[in-house]
């Protein structure tokens, strides 16, 4: 048995991703939902299910859970968040294959220019997606609520500084369904045909924040393609030797 653990766990691409695919492998393997609201209930699952050999970590846990893990891959600990869990002998080892997945969609879409990008949220996705900026040589810029050390807050935003980050990527959960009617606030008058707008969001295919964006004509990129790549990136973990 696999899983995903997460809270609430309305929107999760996963299940219907492995349970298909174990049929077309024809392997006798199941993958469930097992929404948590508190991460320290993690240990009463594994003690409830002793059949789960591996788990996908999504919101609000993917940094909340590593106190939990026996051990942590290279890439996971310097990113300091975890998506996908093997279990092995009742130990549990954190990676991180979000940034797998979005490198593999990012970069072939990159040009000369996407030398600076703005990274809205700063929860467990936006370290994954920093840390994969950081590998490509691209600068970054955390966007917050509230301004703090190395980010910027929302209100800062104005043209010099989109004239500067030709790349936007949306980390955070705004303008996923069912709450389509909201996206991040920035000043999308400012967006031009050089930008890049990434969102890690993918169901609705276009959000707001796509659909403002592509409207200056701007070039833009949903998260199925890094959904479907972190997640084999997943399934090569649970079935390393």
Known sequence: MYGIIGYPLLQTFS?????????QLGLPFQYH?????????????????????GLNVTIPHKETVIPLLDELDGTAKAIGAVNTIRIREG?????NTDTIGFTQSL??????????????????SSKAV??????????????????????????RLDQAVLDEHKLIINTTPLGMAPDTEHCADIPYNYIGEKHLLYDLVYNPAETLFLQKGKAQGAQIKN????????AEAAWRIWNEA
């Open 91 to 95: 130990r549990l080892k954190g990676f």
């Open 130 to 155: 920093a840390y994969a900026l950081q590998q490509l040589g691209i600068a970054f810029t955390l966007v917050s609520r509230h301004t703090g050390a190395g980010q910027l807050c929302y209100a």
């Open 33 to 53: 939902k097992f929404p948590l609201a508190h991460i320290h209930t993690l240990r009463d699952l594994l003690i409830q299910e002793p059949g789960l050999l």
């Open 223 to 230: 998260g199925y393609e890094m959904l479907i790549a972190q």
């Open 15 to 23: 299940p219907g991703y492995f349970n298909q695919k174990f049929e």
């Open 107 to 124: 970069e072939p879409l990159l040009q000369p220019w996407h030398t600076h990008a703005l990274v809205l949220g700063t929860g467990g």
